[in-house]
């Protein structure tokens, strides 16, 4: 079964970085697809990026797009959200998440969750 644990949320001013991170454990990560998404209270949840390592597959959302990137470390069973240039409108619940065979795009196709961590970006 595989486990996530994501960290490295905080509260950040308008134009600055975070780096988010997601202990994985329980997975082949070349048979798996590994997403970010993020949540706002009384909105869906939205797919930000996703990496397929074992077919060398990227995705960002056009909201994302340029500022966001998606890495992983396979040595360390760790996957990486770095953030660059935030905004307000990026303050949310970032989740990461991970599905076997391929990279799905409804969250309700994904099949395990981390807990979630908490990004709050002011002007």
């Known amino acids: 079964q595989v486990q996530l644990a994501e960290s490295g949320g905080d509260s950040v001013q308008a134009g600055g970085s975070l780096r988010l991170s997601c202990a994985v454990s329980g997975y082949t990560y070349r048979k798996y697809c590994m997403g970010w998404f993020r949540q706002v209270p009384g909105k869906e949840r939205e797919k930000i990026a996703t990496l397929y390592s074992g077919l060398g597959s990227l995705y960002y959302a056009d909201s994302v797009k340029g500022r966001f990137t998606i890495s992983q470390d396979n040595a360390k069973n760790t996957l990486y959200l770095q953030m660059n240039r935030l905004k307000p409108e990026d303050t949310a619940m970032y989740y990461c998440?991970?599905?076997?065979?391929?990279?799905?795009?409804?969250?309700?196709?994904?099949?395990?969750w981390g807990q979630g961590t908490q990004v709050t970006v002011s002007a």
């Open positions: 998440a991970a599905r076997p065979d391929w990279c799905a795009t409804s969250p309700a196709d994904w099949n395990s």
